[in-house]
């Protein structure tokens, strides 16, 4: 009999994991307290309690061919980068694609999960929900909780003295919608991360001055790099991996600044990164530099202090006449539902195993799908994480024990504050490529570089030099798509498709040379066999 899963929400990660519990011949049921599919990604002109709430003019910050689903590439007439209207009916259509609509119960909240008294011995859990003022109670073998981190806005008024007396309009940036309304304003965007940076370069097309002040400061890069091709389509591949990983960390640093200092210098904009060697997610914005070139925009230190109508920063400047301020300050997350202390931060540490599992549970029978924040596209993220949840369901895949998972959480915090800080903002970060190869191996499904070298040589080049996308991950093991090494081969056509509306005579420019990258795999090789002889 197919054991029953319980989906808690019908966003990216819900409907991925409802599709990977089918695969895995389980039985989802998905509860969504409201009344359609896309959980963040589907706009609302109103903000609505308990939901996450977008602006109009969001914008994908990864690329269309690194953020699909593995098994369903996006349609090549889709833009790169995606309005949020555009990716929800993405959603649409692959929900349609594998009939997942059928499993989710719309308009229903989950009141509680609470274990069976024998959850000991058969690891089920009573799940409790409500729907047009009637209340349920069900029993499920396990539990996918898909709710998702962008609900509960953190809104730090206590760093902000004089905010009781400041008299023009504050609100958290979940609030925000779009800029009618802020005309000839002088406005102050407290944060520096991407919703912040959106909404000060939008309100400055409408406000008399925008003021964003930042703490720490950001690296901002545009969505096109090299070429004109997606940024994370560059960034994001094997062969830079391998070298961030294998050169000292001082190198890898000064590379970073170089390469963000490209586009413009950011210490001349008053963005430099206050710790510019942490490797802390830069801001997406292509607009930011320029709107702070026109002086629309000026970039402030911390708030100090605030009066009545103007603000106090540390540095002693003041900028009176301030009529609104939003704080863009990020979120703190909550499960409601959950037993506590089922999930758990401590010591701003988030007690989760390979930020997924309990690890004080009797049976690995609850997971938490897309609490994250990974240097590169969540929905592949997500995605592998149903998959490998889905199979330690089953029982295909098991966990070590309470102790070696502790231990892992432990080590994996400590790398994790090396690398991107103790910032609060930072909880859930994770370098990409390696924890999407870590749940990869746990699954079956990394592809062996090695081995394809010599069966497969011009896929092998693709994998170590090309995009590191979701289609790697369905080429061997459980889960294995026929469709996948084409899609690896024809991903460029997706990505020119929707450029070229306009008929042109193509030049005859010679391809990159194969030479190049022959040799540059085979550095890899040998640097991969000189690293085994100091083991």
Same mark, same amino acid.
């Given at each position: 009999?197919?054991?029953?899963?319980?989906?808690?929400?019908?966003?990216?990660?819900?409907?991925? @994991?409802?599709?990977?519990?089918?695969?895995?011949?389980?039985?989802?049921?998905?509860?969504?307290?409201?009344?359609?599919?896309?959980?963040?990604?589907?706009?609302?002109?109103?903000?609505?309690?308990?939901?996450?709430?977008?602006?109009?003019?969001?914008?994908?910050?990864?690329?269309?061919?690194?953020?699909?689903?593995?098994?369903?590439?996006?349609?090549?007439?889709?833009?790169?980068?995606?309005?949020?209207? &555009?990716?929800?009916?993405?959603?649409?259509?692959?929900?349609?694609?594998?009939?997942?609509?059928?499993?989710?119960?719309?308009?229903?909240?989950?009141?509680?999960?609470? &274990?069976?008294?024998?959850? @000991?011995?058969?690891?089920? /859990?009573?799940?409790?929900?409500?729907?047009?003022?009637?209340?349920? @109670?069900?029993?499920?073998?396990?539990?996918?909780?898909?709710?998702?981190?962008?609900?509960?806005?953190?809104?730090?008024?206590?760093? *902000?003295?004089?905010?009781?007396?400041?008299?023009?309009?504050?609100?958290? @940036?979940?609030?925000?919608?779009?800029?009618?309304?802020?005309?000839?304003?002088?406005?102050?965007?407290?944060?520096?991360?991407?919703?912040?940076?959106?909404?000060?370069?939008?309100?400055?097309?409408?406000?008399?001055?925008?003021?964003?002040?930042? %703490?720490?400061?950001?690296?901002?890069?545009?969505?096109?790099?090299?070429?004109?091709?997606?940024?994370?389509?560059?960034?994001?591949?094997?062969?830079?991996?391998?070298?961030? =990983?294998?050169?000292?960390?001082?190198?890898?640093?000064?590379?970073?600044?170089?390469?963000? =200092?490209?586009? *413009?210098?950011?210490?001349?904009?008053?963005?430099?990164?206050?710790?510019?060697?942490?490797?802390?997610?830069?801001?997406?914005?292509?607009?930011?530099?320029? %709107?702070?070139?026109?002086?629309?925009?000026?970039?402030?230190?911390?708030?100090?202090?605030?009066?009545?109508?103007?603000?106090?920063?540390?540095?002693?400047?003041?900028?009176?006449?301030?009529?609104?301020?939003?704080?863009?300050?990020?979120?703190?997350?909550?499960?409601?539902?959950?037993?506590?202390?089922?999930?758990?931060?401590?010591?701003?540490?988030?007690?989760?195993?390979?930020?997924?599992?309990?690890?004080?549970?009797?049976?690995?029978?609850?997971?938490?799908?897309?609490?994250?924040?990974?240097?590169?596209?969540?929905?592949?993220?997500?995605?592998?994480?149903?998959? /490998?949840?889905?199979?330690?369901?089953?029982?295909?895949?098991?966990?070590?024990?309470?102790?070696?998972?502790?231990?892992?959480?432990?080590?994996? =915090?400590?790398? %994790?504050?090396?690398?991107?800080?103790?910032?609060?903002?930072?909880?859930?970060?994770?370098?990409?490529?390696?924890?999407?190869?870590?749940?990869?191996?746990?699954?079956?499904? &990394?592809?062996?570089?090695?081995?394809?070298?010599?069966?497969?040589?011009?896929?092998?080049?693709?994998?170590?030099?090309?995009?590191?996308?979701?289609?790697?991950?369905?080429?061997?093991?459980?889960?294995?798509?026929?469709?996948?090494?084409?899609?690896?081969?024809?991903?460029?056509?997706?990505?020119?498709?929707?450029?070229?509306?306009?008929?042109?005579?193509?030049?005859?420019?010679?391809?990159?040379?194969?030479?190049?990258?022959?040799?540059?795999?085979?550095?890899?090789?040998?640097?991969?066999?000189?690293?085994?002889?100091?083991?």
């Amino acid at each position: 009999m197919a054991k029953k899963v319980a989906v808690i929400g019908a966003g990216v990660s819900g409907l991925i @994991s409802l599709k990977c519990c089918v695969d895995e011949g389980l039985e989802p049921t998905c509860f969504e307290q409201t009344e359609d599919i896309g959980g963040l990604w589907r706009f609302k002109e109103n903000v609505e309690d308990g939901r996450a709430s977008i602006y109009q003019s969001v914008i994908t910050n990864t690329s269309k061919e690194m953020s699909c689903f593995s098994d369903f590439p996006m349609p090549e007439d889709f833009p790169n980068f995606l309005h949020n209207s &555009k990716l929800l009916e993405y959603f649409r259509i692959f929900a349609q694609k594998f009939d997942l609509l059928k499993y989710i119960q719309f308009q229903t909240t989950v009141l509680s999960v609470k &274990k069976r008294p024998d959850f @000991s011995s058969s690891g089920q /859990w009573t799940v409790v929900t409500e729907s047009n003022g009637k209340e349920q @109670s069900a029993v499920f073998d396990a539990v996918m909780v898909c709710s998702g981190h962008h609900i509960l806005p953190h809104i730090p008024l206590e760093s *902000f003295p004089g905010i009781q007396k400041f008299k023009g309009q504050y609100f958290h @940036s979940r609030q925000y919608k779009h800029p009618e309304g802020f005309e000839r304003k002088r406005i102050l965007v407290i944060g520096i991360g991407n919703s912040a940076s959106d909404i000060a370069v939008e309100l400055s097309k409408k406000a008399a001055q925008v003021f964003i002040s930042t %703490r720490h400061g950001s690296w901002v890069m545009g969505r096109i790099s090299e070429d004109g091709y997606p940024w994370d389509m560059v960034f994001h591949t094997r062969f830079s991996s391998m070298l961030r =990983n294998v050169l000292p960390r001082t190198v890898v640093k000064w590379m970073m600044e170089q390469q963000m =200092n490209r586009w *413009f210098n950011h210490e001349n904009y008053g963005l430099i990164p206050q710790n510019k060697y942490l490797m802390k997610e830069p801001i997406l914005n292509d607009d930011l530099p320029s %709107r702070i070139l026109y002086g629309a925009i000026k970039v402030k230190s911390k708030v100090k202090e605030l009066t009545e109508t103007s603000a106090i920063f540390e540095d002693g400047t003041v900028e009176e006449g301030i009529d609104v301020i939003v704080f863009a300050t990020g979120y703190t997350f909550s499960f409601p539902f959950l037993e506590d202390p089922l999930v758990k931060v401590e010591d701003n540490m988030v007690l989760l195993y390979k930020y997924m599992f309990p690890p004080q549970l009797e049976k690995s029978t609850l997971a938490c799908i897309g609490l994250i924040q990974p240097l590169g596209s969540i929905f592949p993220t997500v995605e592998l994480q149903a998959r /490998w949840v889905t199979r330690v369901f089953k029982g295909l895949c098991t966990l070590p024990s309470e102790r070696t998972m502790m231990a892992d959480i432990i080590s994996r =915090n400590k790398r %994790r504050i090396d690398l991107f800080g103790e910032s609060n903002s930072q909880i859930l970060q994770t370098n990409y490529i390696d924890y999407l190869d870590e749940l990869a191996l746990e699954i079956g499904v &990394k592809p062996d570089l090695v081995s394809l070298l010599l069966k497969d040589l011009k896929l092998a080049v693709k994998l170590c030099f090309g995009p590191c996308n979701s289609y790697q991950y369905r080429l061997v093991g459980p889960g294995q798509w026929k469709g996948a090494r084409n899609a690896i081969f024809t991903q460029k056509q997706r990505i020119l498709k929707p450029l070229k509306t306009r008929a042109i005579k193509t030049s005859s420019n010679l391809p990159a040379s194969f030479l190049l990258k022959i040799l540059g795999l085979l550095a890899v090789v040998v640097a991969f066999f000189f690293q085994l002889q100091w083991f």
